[in-house]
């Protein structure tokens, strides 16, 4: 089994940044890609962000392209650092891997962007 662990999330003002951070740990093995989701009050939850392991393809949605950055380190954590920060990126936003033994999600981390 392979668990998510997010940590970063909080309150923060419109144009101010935040850094999340997601640690896989458990039987972690040929991990295909790992990155970010986020579910808004009352709506779907959509894709953020991407990062294929082999490779480093790096996709954004259109929203956060040029204001938000995946990275990794070099075992298993993935990193969003989300910069100019603006009331609409309020959300939960969930970890999710994809690997050989199937799709994983954290339990998430709420983020909140208001003055």
């Known amino acids: 089994q392979v668990q998510l662990r997010e940590s970063g999330g909080g309150l923060v003002q419109p144009g101010g940044s935040l850094r999340l951070a997601c640690t896989a740990s458990g039987r972690v093995s040929g991990v295909y890609a790992m990155g970010w989701h986020r579910q808004a009050p009352g709506k779907e939850r959509e894709f953020v962000a991407r990062?294929?392991?082999?490779?480093?393809?790096i996709l954004y949605t259109d929203s956060v392209k040029g204001r938000f950055t995946i990275s990794r380190d070099p075992r298993n954590t993935v990193y969003l650092q989300m910069n100019s920060l603006k009331p609409e990126d309020t959300a939960v936003y969930y970890c999710r891997l994809d690997g050989a033994t199937g799709t994983y999600w954290g339990q998430g981390t709420q983020v909140t962007v208001s003055s």
């Open positions: 990062m294929r392991w082999a490779g480093h393809e």
